[in-house]
C-alpha cells in the first residue's frame, strides 16, 4: 500500500470521499492479491487513476481478475483527472446510474 497518493489520486479522492456521487468510496482498499485505489463496495467499482506505467500486461491481468470476481474497472489517466476532474466524475456518475439501473447500455 502507498502512502502518497498522487496529485490526481488527492483531488479525485477528494470528490469521492465528500458524497458527491451518493455513495461510499473507500482508499487504497485490498481485493484479492490486488490494491485498488478506491472502490465502491456498494456497486462494485473500482476507480483507477493511472499514470504512464499502467497498461501493459500486468494491468490487464490485475482488471481480468478484478472482474471475475464481480468488479467493474474504470481507468482514468491521471492527466485526465487533473485536466478534467469535472468530465471524469461525471463518467463515474454514468458509471455509477447504469450500476443502479438507472441508466442501462444502449
Excluded at 496529485?7 to 487504497?28: I, K, M, P
Aim: net charge negative.
Amino acid at each position: 500500500m502507498r502512502h502518497d497518493a498522487t496529485d490526481a489520486e488527492t483531488l479525485l479522492w477528494w470528490c469521492l470521499r465528500n458524497g458527491e456521487l451518493g455513495v461510499h468510496f473507500r482508499r487504497q482498499h485490498p481485493i484479492g492479491r490486488y490494491i485498488v485505489d478506491f472502490v465502491c463496495l456498494e456497486h462494485n467499482l473500482i476507480v483507477e487513476s493511472d499514470g504512464s506505467q499502467h497498461g501493459g500486461l500486468y494491468d490487464a491481468k490485475r482488471d481480468a481478475f478484478l472482474r471475475s470476481v464481480g468488479f467493474t474497472v474504470q481507468r482514468f489517466w491521471s492527466w485526465d483527472v487533473i485536466r478534467d476532474l469535472d468530465g471524469v466524475v461525471g463518467e463515474i456518475s454514468d458509471e455509477l446510474d447504469r450500476l443502479r439501473g438507472k441508466n442501462p447500455p444502449i
